[in-house]
Structures are given as C-alpha cells and as structure tokens.
C-alpha cells in the first residue's frame, strides 16, 4: 500500500508540472499596435530584424538605422537601404532565455529519476533507509540531467516580436 501512494505522489506531481507548463504557454501578452512606425525606432541598433517585403521576399539583418521613409540592416556587414513603402512586416529577432527551459527541464528530471528510484525500490525487504537515499539520489541525478538538456534546448532558440506590420 506504501508503494502505491509512493507512485501517485510522483505521479501527480508530474501531472501538476505538466499543467502548469501548458498553463503557462496559454498566457498571452499584452497586445501593442502593429501598424506603428515609431515602435520601429525604438529598436536599438545592433539588433537583429525580420522584414518581410510586399514583394514575399524576407531579409534578415541587423538594424543600422530608422528614418520616417527608410530601415537602412546591415546584412553579411553590407548596408541595405529598405523604403518602407514596400516593408509589409518586420520582427525583432530576440534570443529566448534559458531559464524557462532550464528549470523545467529540471522539474521532469527529478520526477523522472524520482519516479525510476521508486520503481526501482521494492519489496519488504531491510533496506528501506537504502531504498530512500538511492530515490533520492536518481531525483537530483535526473534533475541535473534534465536541467542541462533543457538549458541546450532553451539557449539554442530565438523568439520573433511583431513590431510593424503596414496598414
């Protein structure tokens, strides 16, 4: 009976993780106008943009400058100069934090090394002192595993912000 109430614990602690990560997916910002040019020379220069011409094509580069008819990227170190007559969209490239990523990354990890430690530890035996520190040993195991997996996950992705879109 102790084995089983052992399981559920683990169990609904990973069901509790996982709805709070798709709960937290599903929280949206506040919304900001699109169609704003000045929201464009807020961006500092250096960063990095996503303009979609009216044309279809996209080009990615680094902000150089914003006047009130042209976005001048760097692209490859060349200078580009785009009216914004023929900008239809563009995106602030911004790299995602790795923290998100990171702790829950942790959070499976221990669940998963805490829920294989207590799989692993059965029967009516003596060793039950052994049994828990070996559980507890695969949960912080499984979350240092599962923190560094999901901070490579995190660290490699970029988010993409809507700044401009033309009316």
Known sequence: MRRISQI??????????????????????????????????????GDRLSVKLKSGQTIEGKLNSVSDTTLSLSIKGKP??????????????????????????MGVGAGAGAAIGLAGSGGNNSFDKIDHAVTAGLAVLGAGAGAAVGYFIGRSGRKRVLIYQAP
């Open 8 to 45: 559920a614990v683990v169990v609904l602690t990973v069901a509790a993780l996982s709805l709070s990560m798709t709960v937290c997916a599903q929280v949206s910002g506040v919304s900001q106008r699109t169609d704003d040019w000045p929201a464009v020379s807020s961006v500092p220069a």
């Open 80 to 105: 580009v100069d785009l009216k914004r007559d023929e900008i239809f969209s563009i995106h602030h490239v911004i790299k995602k934090s790795a923290t998100k990523a990171t702790l829950i990354g």
